[in-house]
């Protein structure tokens, strides 16, 4: 097996929490014009920290983080979980869902922002895959533990996962992920943190301030554009605040939005729009001429259609 890092330290560290990796070889991801076919699909939205390989075959996609992501960084990290779902490839989620936060006027404890688990649930299910969320330990001070203890359940989901892997396809494996005591507890504790740890978790039910779920004739910045290519009745129109076209955190939360509310990227119900309010038509252009760059690859794939500050394109002119 291959081990493929963007990080050596968080390659050395994935291969050391099971015996069945021993022997595995860990290689640095390649460069885009130079990654194989094989490989090309699990990183087409976003580049994760590991992907473990099997005869040239992606198997398990990893997210390792220490980084609560609260507020709108929620979907920061999401697309490098979305593209291994596609393929049907199981995939990790592995952070605290609170710690502490030190310096600046908003330092304190910060907590999960619920819509990742909504999301990511919704990607399982849509795509019929395995996402699985391992709480990365704190102390009684929200202060993140580093101790070798905090891997315990990273290591009881690969011996699960090894266990499965050896004997059934990868597609047969995901159901057996989900259906686990494993999974159970994790679904558990998650429930656990959200009645215990998030006040007012009600608010997570509904969509976040920036976005707007309605008819496009409703929605007063979009209706004056006419935009012919919305066919599927609502819109989930997401204002994107940013001052220059950027990735994080807006074009993991537009993919993270586009299957908490549009049913993901392949089988939509609603239409998906991205309100661009300080970006020009022109910015744009200029941006897309640029190869490789990974937030128009991104946008282009999300949306239906982009409304700039001095125009609307639907996604074929993009």
Request: aromatic residues 12%.
């Amino acid at each position: 097996m291959e081990i493929y890092y963007d990080s050596i330290q968080e390659g050395i560290w994935f291969k050391g929490l099971s015996e069945n990796l021993e022997d595995s070889i860990l290689l640095p991801f390649p460069p885009r014009n130079k990654c194989p076919d094989w490989l090309v699909d699990v990183l087409s939205l976003d580049r994760p920290d590991i992907v473990l390989v099997d005869k040239e075959q992606p198997i398990l996609v990893l997210e390792r983080t220490t980084e609560v992501p609260s507020g709108h960084n929620v979907g920061q990290r999401f697309g490098r979980l979305v593209a291994a779902a596609i393929k049907q490839i199981p995939a990790i989620y592995f952070g605290p869902y609170m710690a502490y936060k030190h310096g600046g006027k908003t330092q304190g404890p910060r907590y999960m922002n619920l819509r990742l688990f909504y999301a990511l649930n919704e990607v399982a299910k849509i795509e019929s895959t395995a996402i699985t969320t391992i709480n990365w330990p704190v102390d009684k001070n929200c202060e993140i533990i580093q101790t070798a203890n905090k891997d315990d359940r990273m290591r009881i989901y690969l011996d699960l996962f090894f266990r499965a892997y050896f004997y059934v396809e990868l597609r047969e494996m995901c159901r057996i992920l989900m259906d686990s005591d494993f999974e159970k507890g994790q679904q558990a504790e998650r429930n656990e943190f959200k009645k215990t740890k998030v006040v007012d978790a009600a608010q997570y039910d509904s969509p976040p301030p920036s976005v707007i779920i309605a008819s496009w004739e409703l929605i007063q910045e979009l209706s004056s554009w006419s935009p012919t290519n919305l066919i599927r009745g609502n819109v989930v129109f997401y204002n994107v605040g940013m001052k220059y076209i950027r990735s994080d955190p807006y074009a993991g939360s537009a993919l993270l939005y586009s299957y908490l509310y549009c049913g993901g990227l392949r089988n939509r119900t609603k239409d998906f729009i991205l309100y661009f309010p300080n970006i020009s038509i022109a910015m744009w252009s200029d941006a897309s001429q640029k190869g490789g760059r990974k937030d128009i690859r991104m946008f282009k794939i999300v949306a239906d259609g982009i409304l700039f500050k001095d125009g609307y394109l639907p996604s074929s002119e993009l």
